[in-house]
């Protein structure tokens, strides 16, 4: 969740290609779907504000076993985002200022250190000290232009990315057990630009690790977002690569929804720009693997989410399906600006 802060809102650009595609192929929802009313924002916090407890404690073997017992359960919130994403939001949260106008300090450099002396065989320490360390090097660099950030501040960002990197490569026999050490790997590796070969080869290792752990593909849509190191057609490619590795996983459960999980999260990412950019992902396949998702996560606030992006590509008719899902259309959390524009669209469709 560490991309998935802040307002949901979407931007109702239509996308006159989806638009037609969407009208002339409407899926009807899949029957015995059942949503459930779900706070999950407090799920989420539950682990994260238990988690920064134990930070800020310096409960260094309380973290290990909370790592562990989320790591070994495969745990998850009622709507199907990994509890361990919270964990490591947890530990960082404290530790740095998040802005470059309060310092991006990175906290107490004592902490990891302190943590790896506690238990050096577990994976927590080094991984939550990645985390940090990327996250610092956001708040130096800014999401400006390479050509606007000053040369000092990349040189920081590139530096703290080459630790990163440098820490989990030293640490993989231990680190590499939890999947989030591949997602941080990820993450250093595109903010230092390692060509497309070495992102796949690395890719291909997640998967096999791990196929339905979306923070791996989360940290790699930024790598192939055209502005970055990216052609057209690599994020499409990158939620199909998701897609078959689930299909083909001996160790675990295929998770067919992911492709609509890292669409929406690349819908998050172009949410501003008032372009066609989600015409770079496949919505035929979306939808269906929307439908999935919910299949296995029924849930109040993944039917919210998949209609603002039903309505985000123009396919009022299945955001129409979805509403009439939810089992309580006034809930608080459905008064944001996204979803009532996406309601007032279907309505004024319906008639």
């Given at each position: 969740m ?54 800020i ?7 290990n ?14 709507s ?16 740095r ?7 991006c ?5 004592s902490?990891?250190?302190?943590w790896a ?74 903010k230092l ?15 096999a690790?791990?196929?339905d ?47 609509a ?59 129409a ?9 006034q809930?608080?959390w459905?008064?944001n600006?996204?979803f ?12």
């Amino acid at each position: 969740m560490r991309w998935i802060y802040g307002a949901l809102a979407l931007a109702l650009t239509l996308a006159a290609g989806i638009v037609a595609t969407a009208k002339t192929r409407s899926v009807p929802p899949p029957p015995h779907i059942v949503v459930h009313d779900v706070d999950e924002t407090a799920a989420w916090n539950e682990t994260f504000t238990q988690v920064r407890y134990l930070a800020i404690q310096r409960d260094f073997a309380g973290l290990n076993a909370v790592e562990k017992t989320l790591r070994m359960k495969r745990a998850r919130t009622p709507s199907g985002n990994w509890k361990l994403e919270a964990f490591f939001a947890g530990v960082d949260r404290d530790m740095r200022a998040e802005e470059r106008t309060k310092g991006c300090n990175r906290g107490q450099h004592s902490f990891y250190s302190d943590w790896a002396k506690v238990d050096p065989k577990q994976p927590g320490p080094y991984i939550a000290e990645a985390y940090n360390l990327t996250a610092y090097a956001v708040c130096v660099r800014g999401f400006a232009p390479a050509s606007q950030v000053p040369a000092e501040y990349m040189a920081i960002y590139v530096r703290a990315a080459q630790q990163a990197k440098a820490l989990l490569e030293a640490h993989r026999a231990v680190a590499a057990v939890d999947p989030q050490y591949y997602a941080e790997m990820i993450d250093a590796d595109m903010k230092l630009g390692v060509g497309p070969a070495e992102m796949q080869k690395l890719l291909k290792e997640a998967a096999a690790r791990e196929p339905d752990y979306d923070p791996i593909y989360k940290s790699a849509i930024f790598y192939y977002l055209p502005e970055w190191y990216g052609q057209p057609g690599d994020v499409d490619r990158l939620g199909r690569f998701a897609l078959a590795a689930n299909a083909h996983a001996a160790n675990a459960p295929a998770d067919r929804g992911i492709y609509a999980r890292l669409f929406w999260q690349y819908a998050l990412l172009k949410e501003d720009c008032g372009c066609k950019a989600l015409q770079a992902m496949d919505w035929e396949i979306g939808r269906q693997s929307m439908w999935d998702d919910l299949r296995s996560y029924p849930t109040d606030w993944n039917v919210g989410v998949f209609a603002k992006l039903a309505c985000k590509v123009g396919d009022l008719d299945t955001a129409a399906q979805l509403m009439a899902l939810l089992p309580n259309p006034q809930a608080s959390w459905l008064h944001n600006a996204g979803f009532v524009a996406c309601r007032q669209s279907v309505q004024a469709r319906l008639g």
